[in-house]
């Protein structure tokens, strides 16, 4: 692995993106790129004075769908379109059985939590195992594997293939969160049984657009609980009334978008595509290893990386660096807008 990354950025990074330097925290939200800007701004004026019809902003939705599916190697009909994580997780909740125990994370993030657990009336059972033991943990009896690809507390990647295998052996369904993945760590989607992502960290886009992989034999055993006129066989034929005409295929499960938010991530999602996620990843994980290393830690393997400096909060505050931290500890991300003076500013910062 690459640890000392000094090439500059494949992309041209100031004419793509308006970052202020020091932004290190596209693991609470990412940066939107300037065509997704511009999409947005247009169609914002557009609204204003009203210059169109929903139909328009609605084309942004399709896009957005067939990108993701192409992303994550999977068909854009098995793919239905939602605003949050753990919304598009609760009819998949909801279509478990009584009495059916989920394995998840200790350190998982919460909208992959409690939308089983909010089943415990019925006897769905949360199991937690530690994250780094979490595959060792998956036995017989674990009906659902439900775990994010990368944990968004500290960048810990999920050995996916690895974890599928375990769950298949034992008959367990698996659930990914790739929310803190999608767009920058390669994976394959057909390992899963579902993948759902939220759109706004590091797929660039504005917060309220996400995605859910359904594969088809699931989507079976699942009700569509969020179906309105957007789930409808023909969405024009829709608008009022019986009989129940749902369509056929994973857009039974959306949930009627949010016409601006997405109108912003179509733009985003096909930038990444034309940028290559491979790519994004070297330059991600090159950025975060030189980081860990001038701080004399190990190399990684992701783009969220935390590091224990004493007085990091206020170190990073007066070199106007934006990263989050918790309890003394800092959470730093790096994505396609990062620049190597952005790393060595906050390395300056944090060894001040
Ligand atoms: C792994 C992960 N999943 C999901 C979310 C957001 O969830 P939701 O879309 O339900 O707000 C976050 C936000 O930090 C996250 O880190």
């Not at 640890?3 to 990412?30: D, F, H, I, K």
Request: glycine share 8%; proline share 7%.
């Amino acid at each position: 692995m690459d640890t000392s990354w000094n090439s500059p950025a494949p992309w041209n990074p100031p004419a793509l993106w308006r970052a202020e330097p020091g932004w290190l925290n596209t693991a609470s939200y990412g940066l939107p790129p300037e065509p997704a800007w511009e999409a947005l701004q247009s169609a914002l004026e557009d609204w204003r004075r009203g210059r169109t019809s929903w139909e328009v902003w609605d084309g942004a939705t399709s896009r957005a769908r067939e990108s993701f599916a192409r992303l994550v190697g999977v068909d854009a009909s098995d793919v239905a379109v939602g605003a949050q994580v753990s919304q598009l997780l609760a009819p998949v909740a909801a279509g478990l059985p009584d009495g059916t125990t989920v394995l998840v994370p200790d350190i998982e993030f919460t909208s992959n939590v409690f939308p089983w657990a909010v089943h415990q009336d019925r006897g769905v059972r949360v199991e937690t195992a530690p994250v780094e033991a979490y595959l060792d943990a998956i036995r017989p009896g674990i009906d659902v594997v439900a775990f994010a690809l990368v944990q968004s507390a500290n960048g810990y990647v999920a050995d996916l293939p690895a974890i599928a295998a375990a769950a298949r052996s034992v008959g367990a369904l698996v659930v990914v969160d790739a929310t803190q993945a999608c767009g920058w760590l390669p994976f394959d989607g057909r390992l899963a049984d579902v993948v759902v992502v939220g759109a706004y960290k590091w797929m660039m886009s504005p917060r309220g657009t996400g995605f859910a992989y359904l594969a088809p034999a699931l989507r079976d055993r699942l009700r569509p609980l969020s179906a309105g006129w957007y789930a409808g066989l023909d969405v024009h034929d829709s608008y009022y009334s019986m009989p129940l005409r749902l369509a056929k295929d994973a857009r039974a499960f959306d949930l009627s978008p949010a016409w601006h938010p997405w109108v912003g991530t179509a733009p985003a999602l096909e930038l990444i595509e034309r940028m290559g996620v491979a790519n994004i990843h070297d330059w991600d994980v090159g950025l975060a290893n030189r980081f860990l290393t001038a701080l004399g830690q190990a190399p990684g393997n992701s783009a969220i990386v935390t590091v224990d400096v004493p007085g990091a909060e206020e170190k990073l505050a007066a070199a106007g660096i934006r990263a989050a931290v918790r309890a003394g500890r800092v959470r730093a991300a790096f994505h396609v807008y990062t620049t190597i003076a952005d790393v060595d500013a906050a390395v300056a910062a944090l060894s001040s």
